[in-house]
């Protein structure tokens, strides 16, 4: 169909984007010093090695889900982890 072409053409513009920022991302993280971590954002930093939401997060460490929280948001802004949906929940991951 003449109306799924456009469609397809701009789904493989976007993910050529979406390559190339991901090489600009890891250009950057190369160039960039490592950011200076916390020892209780190392600890929640372990734990995201797998996606875990914040609720499991602060179960594991035993700090309330608003520490946690605050501390994610630390290590996000420091670019050590991501965060994205999943199945209607936020979930965290290392980068």
Same mark, same amino acid.
């Given at each position: #169909?003449?109306?799924? $072409? ?6 493989k513009s976007l993910k050529s984007i979406e ?9 950057? $993280?190369?160039? #960039? ?29 035993? $700090? ?17 982890? $991501? ?13």
């Amino acid at each position: #169909m003449k109306s799924e $072409k456009p469609f397809e053409e701009m789904l493989k513009s976007l993910k050529s984007i979406e390559e190339k920022l991901e090489i600009l991302i890891n250009l950057q $993280k190369v160039a #960039m010093p490592k950011p200076k971590v916390t020892t209780e954002e190392k600890k929640i930093l372990k734990l995201c090695y797998k996606k875990h939401t914040a609720e499991e997060i602060a179960k594991e460490t035993g $700090k309330t889900e608003n520490n946690v929280n605050v501390t994610l948001s630390h290590l996000r802004d420091k670019g050590l982890i $991501k965060s994205a949906e999943v199945r209607g929940r936020t979930v965290y991951e290392r980068i």
